[in-house]
């Protein structure tokens, strides 16, 4: 291969087979896309928490947090590879993360435990609710095997809310 021949295929499209019309992998893919960017900036606000989390339930909040990134990180994947299974494109750059992500940073100094657990739930609720959006578009489109992996991504996404909720419950309200 020569140089000009190196050069049209580092131009060429990524053109995976699929038996989805155009729309359907530009809309899923879309959708995927920023969904790995959720999962991204939730992995990075979770690990960032579990490596600041301080005070009397600092082991157990530590590894509860430690736990979650890496379950939420091992969905990464997934994600960018369905989208090249369909057909797209998937994430390049921190850049393109920081442009697509709905999951708000936090660059605060200090963020005490409970609130902490507080941000994380409200996150993966968040989170939780975008995989519902983007199961709506695999089922307008008939995409029943990113479906099926989206209501597992939910459901590890409602046990962290759980976990979330029940390690912040504090008092009398946690004994009823």
């Avoid at 199961?135 to 989206?150: F, K, R």
């Avoid at 209501?151 to 962290?160: S, T, V």
């Avoid at 979330?164 to 309200?173: D, I, M, P």
């Amino acid at each position: 291969m020569n140089v000009k021949e190196a050069k049209v295929r580092r131009m060429a499209p990524l053109s995976t087979p699929t038996g989805l019309s155009a729309d359907a992998v530009r809309d899923i893919s879309g959708a995927l896309n920023a969904l790995l960017a959720d999962t991204f900036a939730l992995f990075m606000k979770t690990k960032n928490f579990h490596w600041h989390v301080s005070g009397p339930h600092f082991r157990d909040y530590h590894l509860l947090l430690d736990e979650q990134a890496e379950k939420i990180y091992e969905t990464t994947d997934a994600i960018a590879e369905r989208v090249r299974k369909l057909g797209g494109t998937t994430l390049r750059s921190i850049g393109q993360i920081a442009r697509l992500q709905r999951i708000r940073d936090n660059d605060a100094d200090y963020v005490t435990p409970l609130d902490m657990l507080g941000e994380l739930r409200e996150d993966n609720m968040q989170f939780t609710a975008s995989l519902r959006e983007t199961h709506e578009a695999c089922d307008e489109h008939g995409d029943v095997a990113t479906a099926s992996l989206i209501e597992n991504w939910i459901d590890e996404a409602e046990q962290r809310v759980w976990y979330l909720f029940e390690a912040g419950r504090r008092g009398e309200a946690a004994q009823r």
